[in-house]
């Protein structure tokens, strides 16, 4: 058996940054890596320019997400339905003023940035401790219950609508997904690290430890229950 400690994100507004050069930045439609990581370090006091305890952090943990969008329906044929569907992704307007070019200059003049958003969207997250994990799963957990900076979903913008920590201690579990079958509520779209399908996606958001903002790539595997 396993330990997996569950979090909880829900909030009216998320934004999980894709790849951008200022004047549009789009949003992944599940929480990213690099995004989870940043709201781990966030409860534990971790400074952005601490590279090392972040990247300390980012080796210690595997991390499986559960979209729950429309799993709270009392109507099974609903539930169904609205389970397929992805979370609503709106565009909000900015006038930046000395945005980067692609190059790397500075442009004199304002850039209007687009920035993207899901609205009414709810992940499940199942968080497993690695071997040799300089911070373990009580660590951040109890960070999670009395955080050091104030968390958010991705953006200083989009503040929690509840705790972060769905249980206070870890559950056991054979694996991530009979871990998250445990936690109402069951049925949605699984993104989890280990393969625990034949339906792998790559994605490039492992930060690296870097004073810049530079990623990775990886492989993440899409689990859904049959019929889903």
């Excluded at 397929?84 to 900015?94: C, L, M, R, Y």
């Excluded at 990775?216 to 595997?221: A, E, G, K, S, V």
């Amino acid at each position: 058996m396993r330990s997996f400690l569950i979090l909880r994100l829900d909030g009216p507004m998320q934004s999980w940054g894709l790849h951008s050069f200022e004047d549009y930045r789009p949003t992944n439609h599940f929480p990213t890596r690099s995004g989870l990581i940043g709201l781990f370090g966030a409860c534990l006091g971790i400074e952005r320019a601490d590279q090392d305890r972040l990247s300390a952090l980012n080796k210690s943990v595997e991390i499986a997400i559960r979209d729950d969008q429309g799993l709270d329906s009392g109507n099974r044929d609903e539930l169904v339905a609205s389970s397929e569907k992805s979370p609503q992704v709106a565009t909000d307007f900015h006038t930046v003023l000395q945005a980067r070019k692609v190059g790397g200059r500075v442009n004199r003049y304002p850039v209007v940035s687009r920035r993207e958003y899901l609205f009414d969207a709810r992940f499940t997250i199942a968080i497993g401790e690695r071997a040799g994990a300089q911070f373990n799963l009580e660590r951040i957990a109890k960070a999670a219950q009395h955080p050091c900076f104030t968390p958010v979903l991705g953006r200083r913008s989009c503040p929690l609508a509840r705790p972060l920590l769905e249980t206070t201690k870890p559950i056991e579990a054979a694996d991530v997904i009979a871990a998250l079958m445990r936690v109402e509520p069951v049925g949605g779209t699984i993104y989890a690290e280990e393969p625990v399908s034949d339906q792998p996606l790559g994605l490039r958001d492992v930060p690296r430890a870097t004073p810049f903002r530079q990623f990775d790539q990886r492989l993440i595997y899409v689990h859904r229950e049959a019929g889903k």
